[in-house]
């Protein structure tokens, strides 16, 4: 079910980005339901980019510290991953549940693109913290 809505919602949004492109959106006023989406699609794939680029740094960190530790020490990274992973579903699934606000209207893809976005970039500066302490 996720995958058919976040499937749906990508397709808006590309149906949307051309559109918008030629008539460009300020997202500092979106006017229309559709320039709302369209900013909210283009803002929760500038955190997503972001994360990516963390977490790659961090799960850098966590395996320089695994090689520093003896065998029954290391774990760093798998944690990590494991972590990454399980946020993942709980992304999915909070942002889902947020969506129901409008369930089934035309503003639910919004919902749930600006709820990716916002729990992407809080997830993004835990990760930031974690590669930080690390580091240190």
């Known amino acids: 079910m996720r995958l058919e809505m976040h499937f749906a919602a990508g397709i808006c949004a590309l149906l949307l980005a051309g559109s918008a492109s030629a008539q460009e959106v300020d997202c500092k006023k979106p006017t229309t339901q559709s320039d709302m989406t369209f900013c909210e699609s283009a803002r929760q794939d500038a955190a997503d980019k972001a994360l990516n680029v963390q977490y790659k740094k961090t799960r850098a960190a966590m395996g320089a ?38 369930r089934g209207g035309t503003m639910e893809p919004m919902l749930v693109a600006g709820c990716i976005a916002d729990v992407t970039d809080a997830r993004t500066k835990e990760l930031k913290t974690l590669e930080d302490a690390m580091s240190n």
């Open 65 to 102: 510290l695994d090689a520093d530790l003896d065998g029954d020490m290391k774990g760093a990274e798998k944690a990590l991953v494991t972590a990454q992973r399980a946020w993942i579903a709980y992304r999915d699934a909070e942002c889902e549940a947020r969506g129901f606000q409008a």
